[in-house]
T-cell receptor, first 109, second 114 residues
Framework: GQNIDQPTEMTATEGAIVQINCTYQTSGFNGLFWYQQHAGEAPTFLSYNVLDGLEEKGRFSSFLSRSKGYSYLLLKELQMKDSASYLCVRFDSNYQLIWGAGTKLIIKP | IAGITQAPTSQILAAGRRMTLRCTQD?????MYWYRQDLGLGLRLIHY???????GKGEVPDGYSVSRANTDDFPLTLASAVPSQTSVYFCASSPGLADTDTQYFGPGTRLTVL
């Protein structure tokens, strides 16, 4: 996706913690979404950050630093079902979503 | 119908043929979107509609057209398909255009143009 950088693939172990980083272009920035997409399925909403700081939602947390153009998604107590792609998405001043290419997360037992 | 549906699930199409991908939502959402998803790339917006009767161009509109005759339906038409339009197409909807309005996605249509 344009001006959004996230790792292509990451591997983690069941029960562990993993952090998926995302950097984005700061001009015209309004907010940052994270979506989850299982293989062959549609994306589903995980989180939305507009202010700096950490938003916690169960096993998943999302962090935003507007000044640094940086976000991360933190997944705790990993389960096999968390194997999916995680999409970092910037909401811009034109009311459109700019999608990153996604990070494929592989969970190993 | 629950949520947002798309048809067909998949389609193989000869180049030059006309094709309409259907999308219907029952959530009474004002905004609807069409995206394509290609390997290694993020979702790219093709067209969108803020409300019934209005449409707008996204990032990659060429070769595609849309209409929004009512709130529920948002069909995407390929007038003359080309192989580069081989992709997975997702329709989505949201209550409005506010930054807090989550987009809900249909299951996708896998289109192959030969």
């Amino acid at each position: 996706g344009q001006n959004i950088d996230q790792p292509t693939e990451m591997t983690a172990t069941e029960g562990a913690i993993v952090q998926i980083n995302c950097t984005y272009q700061t001009s015209g920035f309004n907010g940052l979404f994270w979506y989850q997409q299982h293989a062959g399925e549609a994306p589903t909403f995980l989180s939305y950050n507009v202010l700096d700081g950490l938003e916690e939602k169960g096993r998943f947390s999302s962090f935003l630093s507007r000044s640094k153009g940086y976000s991360y998604l933190l997944l705790k107590e990993l389960q096999m079902k968390d194997s999916a792609s995680y999409l970092c998405v910037r909401f811009d001043s034109n009311y459109q979503l700019i999608w990153g290419a996604g990070t494929k997360l592989i969970i190993k037992p | 119908i629950a949520g947002i549906t798309q048809a067909p699930t998949s389609q193989i199409l000869a180049a030059g043929r006309r094709m309409t991908l259907r999308c219907t939502q029952d959530m009474r959402h004002n905004a609807m979107y069409w995206y394509r998803q290609d390997l290694g790339l993020g979702l790219r917006l093709i067209h969108y509609s803020n409300t019934a009767g209005t449409t707008g161009k996204g990032e990659v509109p060429d070769g595609y057209s849309v209409s929004r005759a009512n709130t529920d339906d948002f069909p995407l038409t390929l007038a003359s398909a080309v192989p580069s339009q081989t992709s997975v197409y997702f329709c989505a909807s949201s209550p409005g255009l506010a930054d807090t309005d989550t987009q809900y996605f249909g299951p996708g249509t896998r289109l192959t143009v030969l």
